[in-house]
């Protein structure tokens, strides 16, 4: 898709959803894998750098968009470093000096307060948001 729209190919948003998404163990895009998700890491971030690159090219790379793109990058590594520091570690800083990658205080927390809720609490009911308060906190000494 990037190619195409290197050389000029125009894409229009359909106004009508018609997929289903779900998230249910391992798939394409997800994995609980240390090394896989590593691997995709890597990936994702030569395709962001293509993807400025292109942008450069056209002259249509502006800060905004160049911001977001950062972010993007910033929580993609934070997150594969938040889940697989303890097996990834060598791999996760050499692209993080590769990169250029620094991860702010805030993209950390964000970080933290997902994966809090995505790995200790129930989706559904009032308790929930206690549960995710005392895990927050119980956990915090995560972030670094």
């Not at 791999?91 to 994966?115: R, S």
């Amino acid at each position: 898709m990037l190619s195409l729209y290197e050389t000029g190919a125009k894409f229009f948003k359909d106004p009508v959803i018609n997929s289903k998404i779900y998230v249910d163990g391992d798939s394409i895009s997800r994995t609980s894998d240390g090394p896989r998700s590593v691997e995709m890491l890597r990936t994702r971030l030569e395709y962001f750098q293509s993807l400025r690159q292109v942008l450069k090219n056209k002259k249509e790379l502006s800060d905004a968009l160049l911001s977001k793109i950062k972010k993007k990058i910033r929580l993609s590594y934070y997150n594969n470093y938040y889940n697989y520091n303890n097996v990834c570690k060598e791999e996760l800083l050499k692209l993080k000096v590769n990169y250029d990658i620094q991860p702010t205080l805030t993209d950390k927390v964000i970080t933290h307060a997902h994966q809090v809720y995505s790995q200790n609490c129930p989706k559904k009911g009032i308790a929930k948001y206690f549960i995710f308060i005392y895990y927050f906190f119980a956990k915090i000494n995560r972030i670094n």
